[in-house]
């Protein structure tokens, strides 16, 4: 059976992805900035949470992994490359490993940039990819400790994925990120249509994730950069943006 996969609102802007399967009874858990909101969605559907999977070691990703871990004995899963930042850690995981919910496989993908060891947690034959803070709908993640050729790596990567592929991002910055989008493209009438679908969907206190390859592929300035550079100086622009 298909995953079903919950968004839990944190903090002012963070997702979280609460992801169970049917099959298995299996739950796990996406970069828990908290662990009360997660812990009270899971036993209201009856779901035991039995791993936390994180993308990077930000406390708004991990902020929860201790008290879900205490609560629920769930084993934390996370980058090999930030093992020292996230002490909960019980495996750690690289490029090309297979992590599996029930039988449903998923890949890691390393995606350093926003931080050194970022990685994605990409579902091939369920059509999603866990991406935290590398790929945002109409955006992408800072370069806190990475390089633009290293984003613009990671999202000619992501862009490779099937185009019907969800994206699972963990923040709402969809509306701004669409602002500094119609700036950098400003004759683009598919970003021009999406925002006024953002525009209305959050006047409507709407989400506007899960986003998809194919949307990120017509929308998102930095997946279509055609270079590094074009990369580096969209990420500086935005940076600076005021819109
Ligand atoms: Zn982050
Ligand atoms: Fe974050």
Redesign the pocket.
């Known amino acids: 059976m298909a995953l079903e996969i919950v968004r839990i609102p944190a903090l002012s802007d963070n997702y979280i992805w609460l992801v169970h399967d049917p099959d298995s009874a299996e739950t796990m858990v996406v970069d828990p900035a908290q662990a009360e909101p997660v812990l009270a969605e899971a036993d209201k559907r009856g779901w035991a949470i039995t791993a936390i999977w994180n993308t990077?070691w930000?406390p708004?990703?991990t902020g929860g992994n201790a008290g879900i871990k205490a609560a629920t004995g769930a084993e934390v899963i996370a980058p090999a490359g930030e093992a020292e930042r996230i002490p909960t850690a019980d495996k750690l995981v690289g490029e090309g490993d297979a992590v599996m919910l029930g039988h449903h496989a998923a890949r890691v993908m390393e995606v350093p940039a926003?931080?050194a060891g970022?990685v994605a947690y990409h579902f091939a034959e369920d059509g999603a990819a866990f991406v935290?803070?590398t790929l945002f709908a109409m955006g992408c993640?800072?370069l806190?400790e990475g390089t633009a050729a290293q984003m613009f790596a990671n999202m000619q990567r992501l862009a490779k994925l099937p185009p019907e592929t969800r994206v699972y991002c963990?923040h709402e910055y969809t509306q701004s990120n669409g602002r500094y989008a119609l700036a950098a493209e400003p004759d683009n009438a598919a970003i021009v249509r999406r925002m006024a679908e953002v525009d209305a969907a959050r006047a409507r206190g709407e989400a506007t994730v899960p986003t998809t390859i194919a949307a990120e592929l017509a929308t998102n300035p930095f997946m279509r950069a055609q270079s590094a550079e074009i990369l580096a100086e969209r990420r500086a622009a935005k940076d600076a943006f005021r819109g």
Do not use: K, L
């Open positions: 990077h930000h708004d990703h926003h931080t970022h935290g803070d993640g800072r806190f963990a």
